[in-house]
């Protein structure tokens, strides 16, 4: 027997590692640079509020990109049912010699 096909994530878990990586170079960024902890404090809140308003916007970009998909699809199918009867006419009409 055949081994069953496996998912295999390489571009999502490359696009993953670089975001983890991006976000602990950051942190230490902020952390370990000469600042005052008051300003420290102050620019983790704002990298805070960032992501968080970040974060919201997703929700709305997953919609509209899931609608645009299916309507890419509905489109594509419609073409295609038009190509297939027009295939089927030409095949069923007789053929003059």
Do not use: Y
Request: hydrophobic letters at 50%; a negative charge.
């Amino acid at each position: 027997m055949n081994e069953p096909d496996r998912f295999e994530p390489g571009g999502v878990m490359l696009f993953l590692t670089f975001i983890g990586g991006a976000l602990v170079g950051g942190a230490a960024a902020v952390l370990l640079a000469p600042r005052s902890r008051a300003e420290t404090r102050r620019r983790i809140v704002n990298a805070v509020d960032e992501a968080r308003d970040l974060a919201s916007l997703v929700p709305n970009v997953i919609r509209e990109a899931a609608s645009a998909a299916q309507a890419a699809f509905a489109k594509a199918l419609e073409e295609s049912a038009e190509e297939a009867a027009v295939e089927s006419a030409r095949r069923s009409s007789p053929v003059s010699r």
